[in-house]
């Protein structure tokens, strides 16, 4: 099951049948059991709206989120301490990323409010004041305001290599600012959790070349989903819910950087595909 948030309204997206609803986002997706619920929600809606869901998806999606905040968890991934390593050994600080994929507590940030959010098709931006842009695809959590995870998106953790690789202090700066965090193309709320060898993709095009493409599987990841999100919700209240991105798998090569213009296409098997391109903040 899909849910898309549109300018007006949602789209549910079961099989080929889309029905639009008019709730309120933040109460809609915020329940236990929000698999079964959209199925009864279905079952009482009057008519599917066909083609027309796919037409109004379209022109006026939105990232899917209300009043979420969006936290994310780093260096989940063996490929993320060893890049973050090569990319702090001038600052002294590569054994911090070492002991942290070690650790029993993971590393967890606060990433962005929901109105620095981009959805699908939408800019992304990236800093003037850093010299080395990096997207990270991430699978990302909404994890209800009970703690349980109950469905995923695709996520962009857009990031500073060069402003954290100076100082690891400096991460708030590396990681958050306008439109440094995308969502989309919906929620995906499937019957069961998400199978481990789920595949994520990341391509990235410059003038309509690829200038990189890689895939990994969410299985390689370090740490467990039930176990970020519990470590998250220890000593905080999400009370309309949140999302929870779950670290980068797959970091391109050391001399590559995004720029005005690039476009970054991120996949995940079951939820979609997220497309944006980036800019500098106007
Ligand atoms: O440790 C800094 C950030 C790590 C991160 O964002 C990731 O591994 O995805
Ligand atoms: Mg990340």
Wanted: net charge negative; hydrophobic share 35%.
């Amino acid at each position: 099951m899909k849910v898309y948030k549109l300018i007006e309204g949602i789209i549910l997206q079961h099989g080929s049948e889309g029905y639009m609803l008019d709730d309120d986002w933040d109460e809609l997706i915020n329940r236990d059991g929000l698999y079964q619920y959209l199925i009864e929600r279905i079952a009482l809606s009057k008519s599917a709206i066909g083609e027309n869901a796919l037409r109004l998806i379209e022109e006026s999606l939105l990232p899917p989120i209300g009043k979420q905040e969006v936290w994310a968890a780093g260096v989940t991934y063996l490929r993320s301490r060893e890049a973050r390593m090569e990319e702090s050994a001038d600052s002294g600080a590569a054994d911090l990323y070492d002991k942290v994929y070690e650790a029993d507590r993971p590393e967890l940030f606060f990433k962005s409010m929901p109105h620095r959010v981009a959805g699908h098709n939408q800019q992304l931006y990236i800093r003037r004041d850093s010299s080395w842009n990096v997207p990270e695809p991430e699978l990302t959590l909404f994890i209800n305001s009970k703690g349980s995870i109950e469905g995923y998106t695709v996520g962009n953790d857009m990031s500073s290599r060069s402003i954290e690789g100076e100082n690891a202090l400096y991460l708030p700066q590396a990681k958050i600012f306008e439109r440094s965090a995308a969502l989309g193309p919906c929620l995906y709320v499937p019957e069961e959790q998400i199978q481990r060898d789920t595949t994520i993709r990341m391509s990235i095009y410059r003038n309509n070349q690829q200038v990189y493409s890689d895939e990994t599987s969410i299985s390689r990841m370090k740490r467990s989903l039930p176990e970020l999100a519990d470590y998250l919700f220890r000593e905080c209240d999400f009370t309309q819910g949140c999302y929870l991105m779950t670290g980068t798998c797959l970091v391109p090569p050391n001399d590559f950087t995004l720029r005005p213009g690039d476009v970054i296409s991120i996949g995940i098997t079951g939820i979609g595909e997220l497309v944006n391109t980036v800019s500098y903040k106007p």
